[in-house]
Each structure stands twice: as C-alpha cells, then as structure tokens.
C-alpha cells in the first residue's frame, strides 16, 4: 500500500513540477504602462491638487529632462517601453526593436514599424515646467521623464502624439472616445505623485472627464 501511495505522489508532485514550468515559460500577455488610479481616486486626487495660473515657459528646454536614460545593459527608456507596449517585439543586439506591432490607445491604430510609434509622456515635459518642474533639480526631472513606475509614458502613433504636442486636457484629449477615461486618470495620477499644479481650466477640463468615467 505505501508503495502505491508513494507511485501516486510521485505522479502528483511531477504534475505540479510540469505545471510550474509551464508556468513559467509560457508566453505572457501584451503590457501596457501602470494602471492609473481609478476615477474615484482621480478625483480625491485632483481635489487635493494646488490650482493656480499656468507659470512661464521661459528657461525650459528638453535638454533639462534627461531622456532617454539607460534602463539596462542596452536598452534605453524607450526601448524598453517599446518592448512592454508591443507585440512579438524582437530587438537587435542594441536593443533596437526590429519587428513587432504597436497598438496606439490614443487613435486606435497598429503600427509595424517602431520609426511610427512616439513614446509619448503623459504629462508633457514642458507642461511639467510650467506646472512646478521649473524649481526642481536635473536628477528629478530626469526621474519624472523616465518614470515607468507611474502611468506617464506610452508608445502611441507619432503624428497624434505630435498633435498633443504639450497641451493639457483643456486643449487635447485623446481623438479615441474609449481612452478618454484612462487617460485624464493617468494625468491626475502623474501630476499628483509629483506635486505639480493644474491651471482652472485644466481643472474643469480633467472634472467634466472624470465624472464620465
């Protein structure tokens, strides 16, 4: 009788071993960036948010939000961020994604060629500046451009992301009815971890979205 005990856990702790590995080297699913907060926080957030007139333009340039840094070995931030963003992305030796598809959120499209695909920041580097990122060091705006630990960059077709350009929600939301919610929770959530103001227009723009949501 042990003996046939002893057969059947065999089997059993083989079945689960079979199944861990499979566990662990199947393919996983399609990343995206961080989940926003949910609207519900997005308006807490947003509430707590210091309001005041959008400040000057004067001394910024890209060049003071370092990007994009070395994330590992090769790969920068936004091939990194291709990487997660895409499908059956491949890359070269440098980290260059070579093939792939990109679906952009934003518009909807799918893009095959990395060269069509914008890494886009959420809160745009010139609207930080004007919003608070002004008075912060090098070392904090670098952060703020590289961060893949909040909801602030995502790979999305070039041509909308140049659209965008540096405007807030009260100027430019997603042409992408479906994203629309995501995207000022992800405004919110970003600008909120990193104590930047919104203008009152900004407010009642990111408001009237969220109470959509």
Same mark, same amino acid.
């Given at each position: ?14 079945a689960?071993?079979?199944?861990? +590995?499979?566990? $662990?080297t =199947?393919p ?8 926003? *907060? +949910? !609207?519900a926080? =997005? &308006?807490?957030? $947003?509430?707590? /948010?210091?309001v ?9 340039? &890209? ?8 994330? +590992? ?6 091939e990194?961020? /291709? ?8 890359q ?12 952009? #959120?934003?518009?909807?499209?799918? %893009?095959?060629?990395?060269s ?19 008075? %912060?060091?090098?070392a904090?705006?670098q952060?703020?451009?590289?961060? $893949?630990?909040? #909801? ?7 041509? *909308?992301?140049?659209s ?7 100027? %430019?939301?997603?042409? &992408? ?10 405004? *919110? ?10 203008d009152? !227009?900004?407010?009642?723009? /990111?408001?009237?979205?969220l109470?959509?949501?």
């Amino acid at each position: 009788m042990f003996g046939i005990y002893a057969r059947r856990s065999a089997v059993v702790a083989a079945a689960a071993l079979a199944a861990t +590995s499979v566990l $662990l080297t =199947a393919p996983t699913a399609q990343a995206a960036m961080p989940t926003p *907060v +949910s !609207a519900a926080t =997005a &308006r807490t957030y $947003l509430g707590q /948010l210091t309001v005041a007139a959008e400040g000057s333009s004067s001394g910024y340039s &890209r060049d003071k939000f370092p990007h994009w840094i070395t994330q +590992s070995g090769t790969c920068n931030t936004r091939e990194v961020v /291709l990487k997660r963003d895409g499908t059956n992305v491949q890359q070269d030796a440098s980290c260059a994604a070579v093939s792939g598809s990109w679906y952009s #959120p934003y518009d909807g499209a799918t %893009w095959s060629a990395a060269s069509d695909v914008d890494i886009d920041h959420m809160v745009p580097l010139a609207e930080a500046w004007r919003s608070g990122a002004s008075s %912060w060091t090098n070392a904090q705006r670098q952060a703020f451009a590289n961060d $893949l630990a909040r #909801p602030q960059l995502i790979a999305v077709t070039d041509n *909308v992301n140049q659209s965008k350009g540096d405007k807030d929600p009260a100027k %430019w939301l997603p042409p &992408r009815a479906a994203y629309k919610c995501t995207y000022v929770r992800a405004w *919110v959530h970003v600008k909120h971890y990193y104590g930047l103001k919104v203008d009152s !227009a900004e407010k009642s723009a /990111l408001q009237s979205a969220l109470n959509g949501c």
